[in-house]
């Protein structure tokens, strides 16, 4: 009996999230980044310091500092894609996944008090690859459900959505890329790639959400917060969101989408609130919201 509750507790520490202060970073070596300019690591770590000088502690109100330092940054897709995975830094350039983890990235090095540009490379690995550490490019998360499984289970974050009011769920298979390999470049020449893929799909994956029409309910709005993560839940098949950004909350208590847009082609601050953005959206029926662990 006793050694039955050792293990069973050894089983649960092993569920639990680890702490991310805990973590120990798989930093890439320089061979294995690649950067967009020479200025990528100047530029980083000017916006450390401008964190670090804000004195602010707390994560959404530093996720909020560092989105607006970066209002009007070029909107560019497909900025990680190279023959051979590589670590991508380019603070210049931001599709609406690489704008997350930049702030991320940004806010968790200012946070641990290590404002040098290799501790925000170090950050940006372990946000955007499965366990932290880079490999090929089946090693790097691609859906956001998986994205938040993984980083939760490693202290990063934490998905708030079941607990705002009137938080539904859906249930659906998260397989879009192996269904259609042709419309990326490390797919659709390399099956044994595609079966790695594959193998990291999600089936039958059941995830929180908040439909749209809930977005004007005066509970919603009082339980988000400025600088939370926001993704855009999608009705298209083999895929759970569309889009990324984070809310800003404005003096009327109305959350709103900064995001790198790809139709404004830059970060911007949507004019209209959240709620009114999405009536537009014929795809897009929902959100999830994420917020990081301290």
Same mark, same amino acid.
């Given at each position: 009996?006793?050694?039955?509750?050792?293990?069973?507790?050894?089983?649960?520490?092993?569920?639990?999230?680890?702490?991310?202060?805990?973590?120990?970073?798989?930093?890439?070596?320089?061979?294995?980044?690649?950067?967009?300019?020479?200025?990528?690591?100047?530029?980083?770590?000017?916006?450390?310091?401008?964190?670090?000088?804000?004195?602010?502690?707390?994560?959404?109100?530093? @996720?909020?500092?560092?989105?607006?330092?970066?209002? #009007?940054?070029?909107?560019?897709?497909?900025?990680?894609?190279?023959?051979?995975?590589?670590?991508?830094?380019?603070?210049?350039?931001?599709?609406?996944?690489?704008?997350?983890?930049?702030?991320?990235?940004?806010?968790?090095?200012?946070?641990?008090?290590?404002?040098?540009?290799?501790?925000?490379?170090?950050?940006?690995?372990?946000?955007?690859?499965?366990? #932290?550490?880079?490999?090929?490019?089946?090693?790097?998360?691609?859906?956001?459900?998986?994205?938040?499984?993984?980083?939760?289970?490693? #202290?990063?974050?934490?998905?708030?959505?079941?607990?705002?009011?009137?938080?539904?769920?859906?249930?659906?298979?998260?397989?879009?890329?192996?269904?259609?390999?042709?419309?990326?470049?490390?797919?659709?020449?390399?099956?044994?790639?595609?079966?790695? @893929?594959?193998?990291?799909?999600?089936?039958?994956?059941?995830?929180?959400?908040?439909?749209?029409?809930?977005?004007?309910?005066?509970?919603?709005?009082?339980?988000?917060?400025?600088?939370?993560?926001?993704?855009?839940?999608?009705?298209?098949? #083999?895929?759970?969101?569309?889009?990324?950004?984070?809310?800003?909350?404005?003096?009327?208590?109305?959350?709103?989408?900064?995001?790198?847009?790809?139709?404004?082609?830059?970060?911007?601050?949507?004019?209209?609130?959240?709620?009114?953005?999405?009536?537009?959206?014929?795809?897009?029926?929902?959100?999830?919201?994420?917020?990081?662990?301290?």
């Amino acid at each position: 009996m006793k050694k039955m509750l050792f293990l069973m507790v050894i089983l649960l520490a092993s569920c639990a999230p680890k702490q991310a202060s805990q973590q120990v970073a798989h930093a890439a070596t320089m061979p294995q980044m690649r950067f967009h300019c020479d200025g990528d690591t100047t530029a980083i770590n000017e916006l450390l310091k401008k964190g670090h000088e804000s004195g602010l502690n707390d994560a959404n109100q530093l @996720i909020e500092f560092y989105a607006r330092q970066l209002l #009007g940054t070029p909107y560019v897709a497909h900025t990680l894609e190279a023959d051979k995975e590589v670590l991508t830094i380019n603070i210049h350039e931001l599709d609406c996944l690489t704008f997350i983890e930049t702030l991320y990235a940004l806010t968790r090095a200012t946070l641990n008090q290590r404002l040098s540009w290799r501790d925000y490379a170090a950050n940006i690995e372990n946000v955007r690859y499965r366990g #932290g550490e880079m490999g090929d490019y089946s090693t790097r998360i691609h859906y956001i459900s998986e994205w938040i499984i993984d980083n939760h289970m490693r #202290g990063n974050l934490v998905e708030v959505t079941p607990d705002l009011p009137h938080a539904d769920y859906m249930v659906k298979n998260i397989d879009y890329m192996t269904k259609n390999p042709g419309q990326y470049r490390q797919l659709k020449d390399d099956t044994a790639m595609v079966e790695k @893929i594959r193998r990291y799909e999600l089936r039958q994956h059941r995830f929180p959400y908040l439909k749209r029409s809930w977005l004007n309910d005066k509970e919603v709005k009082a339980a988000l917060r400025s600088g939370d993560f926001i993704s855009l839940v999608t009705k298209a098949d #083999g895929l759970d969101v569309s889009h990324n950004g984070i809310i800003i909350i404005d003096d009327k208590g109305d959350p709103y989408l900064l995001d790198a847009s790809m139709s404004g082609g830059k970060v911007v601050l949507e004019p209209k609130p959240l709620f009114k953005f999405l009536e537009r959206s014929k795809t897009n029926i929902g959100v999830r919201v994420f917020r990081m662990m301290p």
